[in-house]
Each structure stands twice: as structure tokens, then as C-alpha cells.
Nanobody
Framework: QLQLVESGGGLVQPGGSLRLSCKAS????????IGWFRQAPGKEREGVSY????????NYADSVKGRFTISRDNHKNTVYLQMNSLKPEDTGVYYC???????????????WGQGTQVTVSS
């Protein structure tokens, strides 16, 4: 069973921080790039960040650059998204996904988690 499970979401005030985790099982984790995506209510799902299979390459959407940091620990089969200086517009369901290419495009990812809710509000 190929699974990705996100955790770490919650309610945080503007300017606060959260760290999301994506735990993988059932596949060779270190062969895959991992992307983080988010979807606000009524909006399209958008790419937030990705990290290459060994962590040597990362990229971020302009909207989160300088505030979010993606990392991975392949020994733990886990990818993290550290989110700092959070804004209300960061609110949404955050998903991690695994694919064979480094991309912020949804279509290249094969395996998806169930999502974790992030709400940034005062």
C-alpha cells in the first residue's frame, strides 16, 4: 500500500509558525521527489514547494518564498514543510505528493496524501 500521510496542521495567528510533516510508506521513498500543495476553499490546488529525491534541489512558489522551508529525512521517510510568518492567505488544506520529477505542477505527481488543514486567523 502506497501511502502519504500529512500531519501538523492547525490554527495559528498571523505571523506564527507551523511545521507540517509528510510520512511515506509502501514505496521506495528516496526515488521520489516530494511536493507540497495547498487548496483554499473554492480555489484551484496550487503548488507550494518541492524537494528532489535526495534533497539537493528545492523550489518554492513566489507567494511563500523566504517564509517556507522544505526538507526531507529519507531515513525516516518523511518530508517537512516549515512555515514561518504565516499570513491569512496561507489558509487551506495542505497536501503532499510523490512523483518522479521535480515540479510544482500537480499532474506529474502519482501519490497523494489526504491533506491537513492549516488556518491562519486572528
Amino acid at each position: 500500500q502506497l501511502q502519504l500521510v500529512e500531519s501538523g496542521g492547525g490554527l495559528v495567528q498571523p505571523g506564527g509558525s507551523l511545521r507540517l510533516s509528510c510520512k511515506a510508506s509502501g514505496f521506495t521513498f528516496d526515488y521520489y521527489a516530494i511536493g507540497w500543495f495547498r487548496q483554499a476553499p473554492g480555489k484551484e490546488r496550487e503548488g507550494v514547494s518541492y524537494i528532489s529525491s535526495r534533497g539537493g534541489s528545492t523550489n518554492y512558489a513566489d507567494s511563500v518564498k523566504g517564509r517556507f522551508t522544505i526538507s526531507r529525512d529519507n531515513h525516516k521517510n518523511t518530508v517537512y514543510l516549515q512555515m514561518n510568518s504565516l499570513k491569512p492567505e496561507d489558509t487551506g488544506v495542505y497536501y503532499c505528493a510523490a512523483g518522479r520529477y521535480n515540479s510544482l505542477q500537480l499532474n506529474v505527481y502519482n501519490y497523494w496524501g489526504q491533506g491537513t488543514q492549516v488556518t491562519v486567523s486572528s
